[in-house]
């Protein structure tokens, strides 16, 4: 059974940092991209970032750009997300997530294959 379970929301202020992690399992975690999502209330969830399978190949949201930093660790089947400087607008539910699918497939709900449960990230301005 393929489970996903995201870790380190928390509240902090503007301009602070976070390091959320997404550990997974019941699969080969080597053979799948990995993608992160936030969803804040009353809003569709948006594409944060996604990294390939190897960890060379990577895409950001515009809105999180040079802000945020993703990576995995393929030895612990673990994908971190970097949050820093970060701004109220940021507060969501964060949603780590694992497909198959390339790049060009990686901005939307449907391009992945596995969710997890979501951690609370929450911004004070």
């Known amino acids: 059974q393929v489970q996903l379970v995201e870790s380190g929301g928390d509240l902090v202020q503007a301009g602070g940092s976070l390091r959320l992690s997404c550990a997974a399992s019941?699969?080969?975690?080597?053979?799948?991209?990995m993608g992160w999502f936030r969803q804040a209330p009353g809003k569709e969830r948006e594409f944060v970032g996604g990294?390939?399978?190897?960890?060379?190949?990577?895409s950001y949201g515009d809105s999180v750009k040079g802000r945020f930093t993703i990576s995995r660790d393929n030895t612990k089947n673990t994908s971190y997300l970097q949050m820093n400087s970060l701004k109220p607008e940021d507060t969501a539910d964060y949603y780590c997530?694992?497909?198959?699918?390339?790049?060009?497939?990686?901005?939307?709900?449907?391009?992945?294959?596995?969710w997890g449960q979501g951690t609370q990230v929450t911004v004070s301005a």
């Open positions: 990294i390939s399978a190897t960890g060379l190949n990577k």
């Open positions: 997530a694992l497909g198959f699918r390339g790049v060009a497939y990686w901005r939307t709900v449907s391009g992945w294959d596995y």
């Open positions: 019941g699969l080969t975690f080597t053979s799948y991209a």
